[in-house]
């Protein structure tokens, strides 16, 4: 049997009044969820570990089955897996973004939706404005900038040092930003061949106050204020980290003899990468509403003709998410419904070789909060011969329901990979 995790980032959602104090998942249209629960089994899982925060890194990796005791980095050497930048032993790679601040606070953490195009153009005006007079002051290439996918980017310190706090802006919407500037782990230890966490702290608040002085002179802000459009004026590094080490899928489950990933984020790339997954690209795929889900689903189609294993990942709910956009999270969901999931399962059910369909998001990001919340998600699972539960739609309060009941972090693909 082949599977198959269609995994919609953020989904999942708190009741909210305006709908009757439904969820979003409950209010909306999505008839092939709910077929799916109904003709299969649904339970609910816990996707992040206790002092672990609730993020796509955390809980996508608990997905796919690892220890995140054991395997966690953080972000940044996810994303420059993807990106194709292949790290050092001495290197710390911590994710950029570039984000809209106004009147000290953080306005939101895209930039103002910005094309990777245009960041591309930044992230160049970054290394030769910014990166190259700390590299030339400091003697050896300390500081170096690569451009990710849309506000998505990545910064290398040569020797940085990942004891250090610092907080994601999307989860400070609104919030004034200098308080949450990087600070160092009160109790970490020292590395002689590292600088100290302290050094890396004050090195990554120097870039960000420089990139603010940098950024707003730059003509492509210039003209996005003459427009009243949102400029993208700073950069704020997070999750950051050494090199990870990671077993393949193939070397834990005898199921999976080669797989693919398909999602338009470099993080998703980068856990599909260290878990030797091949990496398919689609074009239209933007993370965001507008992401090409036809292209998506036929890629997985294309995918599991060869492979035993694959997981789609479409960022768009998550996103709408972040931005308090709930209209457009309801659409999102209703399109990862019938434009994604509707194709994949009319063309796997005729497959002589059956194929498992799981249904899940990662994490809530509920559109009243504008933030991640690690409580658990609802999943199904179907395939040909499973034998259904009691559920008769997908949502955050029918699952509770499910006969799986509420599995933890690993048990999740434990699960997956037992049925057939």
Same mark, same amino acid.
């Given at each position: 049997m082949k599977h198959i995790i269609i995994l919609g980032d953020g989904m999942a959602d708190l009741p909210v009044e305006r709908l009757g104090g439904k969820t979003l998942l409950q209010y909306a249209h999505i008839p092939m969820m709910d077929f799916l629960a109904r003709e299969g089994r649904c339970g609910r899982l816990i996707t992040v570990p206790e002092g672990f925060p609730p993020g796509s890194e955390v809980a996508n990796t608990a997905i796919l089955g690892y220890d995140l005791n054991k395997v966690y980095e953080g972000r940044g050497p996810l994303e420059a897996a993807s990106i194709g930048y292949e790290m050092a032993d001495d290197d710390f790679a911590i994710r950029c973004n570039i984000i809209t601040l106004d009147n000290g606070k953080i306005i939101t953490h895209n930039g103002g939706n910005l094309e990777t195009q245009d960041a591309d153009v930044l992230i160049s005006y970054l290394n030769d404005t910014l990166a190259k007079p700390i590299n030339e002051r400091e003697g050896v290439e300390r500081v170096k900038f690569i451009t990710g996918i849309q506000y998505r980017h990545l910064l290398v310190i040569k020797g940085g040092n990942k004891h250090i706090i610092?907080? $994601?802006?999307?989860?400070?919407?609104?919030?004034?930003w200098r308080p949450l500037l990087v600070q160092p782990e009160q109790k970490s230890v020292d590395d002689p061949s590292r600088l100290t966490p302290q050094q890396t702290a004050d090195l990554i608040n120097e870039l960000i106050l420089k990139s603010q002085e940098l950024l707003a002179q730059h003509p492509f802000n210039i003209e996005r204020a003459k427009r009243g459009e949102r400029q993208a004026n700073s950069i704020w590094p997070w999750s #950051?980290?050494?090199?990870?080490s990671m077993q393949t899928l193939m070397e834990q489950y005898p199921q999976v003899k080669s797989g693919s990933v398909i999602s338009a984020v470099d993080l998703i790339r980068g856990i599909g990468h260290y878990a030797g997954l091949k990496i398919v690209e689609v074009e239209g795929a933007t993370g965001l509403a507008d992401t090409n889900y036809e292209g998506k689903a036929q890629a997985a189609i294309e995918a599991?003709?060869?492979?035993?294993?694959v997981f789609v990942h479409v960022e768009a709910s998550d996103e709408a998410g972040h931005d308090g956009d709930l209209e457009l999270k309801l659409k999102t969901i209703e399109y990862? @419904?019938?434009?994604?999931?509707?194709?994949?399962?009319?063309?796997?059910? %005729?497959?002589? !070789? $059956?194929?498992?369909?799981?249904?899940?998001?990662?994490?809530?990001?509920?559109? !009243?909060?504008?933030?991640h919340v690690g409580q658990p998600v609802p999943f199904l699972i179907w395939h040909r011969g499973i034998?259904?539960? !009691?559920? %008769?739609?997908? @949502?955050?309060?029918?699952?509770?329901? #499910?006969?799986?009941?509420?599995?933890?972090? %690993? !048990?999740?693909? %434990?699960?997956?990979?037992?049925? #057939?």
């Open positions: 610092c907080a $994601p802006p999307h989860d400070h919407p609104n919030e004034e #950051g980290g050494y090199r990870p599991l003709r060869h492979d035993d294993f990862l @419904d019938q434009r994604l999931i509707v194709p994949i399962y009319h063309e796997v059910r %005729q497959w002589e !070789e $059956p194929v498992c369909i799981a249904v899940l998001p990662d994490h809530l990001t509920p559109v !009243e909060m504008r933030i034998q259904p539960d !009691e559920v %008769q739609q997908y @949502d955050e309060v029918s699952c509770v329901s #499910g006969s799986y009941g509420l599995l933890k972090l %690993q !048990e999740f693909m %434990q699960t997956l990979m037992s049925e #057939g």
